[in-house]
């Protein structure tokens, strides 16, 4: 079983919500880099990661081979944003990706680092009056 | 205090997500209607606030956000903006849950002061193509 991952890069907490589950799973702040045992000017952060299954559908919680993922980011007092995510190269089933959450993008990778075969769409809404 | 009353109408769970809280409020479906029984309708409460949006309370002074997700029901979200008016200020309110739909109610189940408007993508931005540098088949 893949998985798909989301690293919180942005310095407050934040949910990621795939694909309008009930609740979204909250992820802690980036923390401040610090020194890793190499020492010298090197530096390391650890970053909250969130990791939902991958199916060939996409479903509420589970990330989907085919169709348009909603990915909704909340960032604690900061806003909101929807991501559509379309998986486009078939040969990238079977590998974990990873997406790195900012404020206002979203970026995927897969194991490599590559991009290919990621689309990434930002989904702007506007209201309608019902009453 | 005054209390927004989120009731949900469905028979489906359902989560309410007031002015973008990172753990959504999660309501039970409504119960089954059976003659000579009153249908119960599961709610959750949101304290209203003169001053404005924050998260999990209803603000009187600026637009309030609310995401409804639902458990089965629809595989999208409903996300509805929400305008209280000034005059509505000391009195509780209710607003009843519906797919697709949002009603608000004083009281008197009057719905004058109450502005409710529902969100639909209008637009989008691409970030990532998802296709190779070179021009080549993603």
């Known amino acids: 079983m893949s998985r798909v991952f989301f690293g919180n890069s942005i310095l407050s907490s934040i949910s990621v919500n795939v ?10 702040a980036r923390p401040t880099p610090t020194a890793n045992t190499q020492g010298g000017n090197v530096y390391s952060v650890s970053l909250s990661m969130a990791a939902f299954d991958i199916g060939p559908n996409l479903d509420k919680g589970k990330f989907g081979n085919s169709g348009e993922n909603k990915v909704q980011v909340i960032v604690d007092d900061g806003g909101a944003n929807l991501y559509g995510v379309t998986i486009t190269d078939a040969s990238l089933k079977g590998q974990d990706l990873f997406f790195y959450v900012f404020d206002n993008t979203l970026v995927g ?23 | 205090m005054t209390t927004a009353f989120f009731f ?13 809280g990172l753990s959504p409020e999660i309501i039970n479906g409504r119960g089954e209607a059976a003659e000579n029984q009153p249908m119960v ?31 089965t029901l629809q595989t999208s979200a409903d ?9 509505l200020d000391g009195k509780s309110l209710y607003f009843y849950v519906f797919e ?7 009281a008197r189940g009057m719905g004058d002061g109450i502005s409710i408007s529902i969100h639909k993508v ?17």
């Not at chain 1, 989904?123 to 019902?130: C, D, V």
């Not at chain 2, 709610?43 to 002074?61: N, Y």
């Open chain 1, 109 to 131: 990778q897969n194991n490599f680092g590559t991009a290919q075969g990621i689309k990434i769409a930002q989904l702007n809404t506007s209201a309608t009056a019902l009453q």
């Open chain 2, 79 to 87: 996300t509805y903006e929400i305008q209280l008016d000034k005059e």
């Open chain 2, 100 to 106: 697709n739909t949002l009603v608000g109610q004083d």
């Open chain 2, 122 to 138: 209008s637009q989008r931005r691409v970030l990532q193509t998802g296709i190779a540098d070179d021009g080549g088949p993603a």
């Open chain 2, 41 to 71: 309708l599961p709610m959750i409460p949101f304290p209203i606030i003169a001053t404005g949006a924050e998260q999990g309370k209803m603000s009187l002074l600026d637009k309030n956000l609310i995401i409804i997700s639902f458990e």
């Open chain 2, 8 to 20: 949900n109408c469905v028979a489906d769970t359902i989560s309410v997500n007031l002015n973008l």
């Open chain 1, 19 to 28: 694909n309008f589950a009930l609740q979204g799973t909250v992820l802690d």
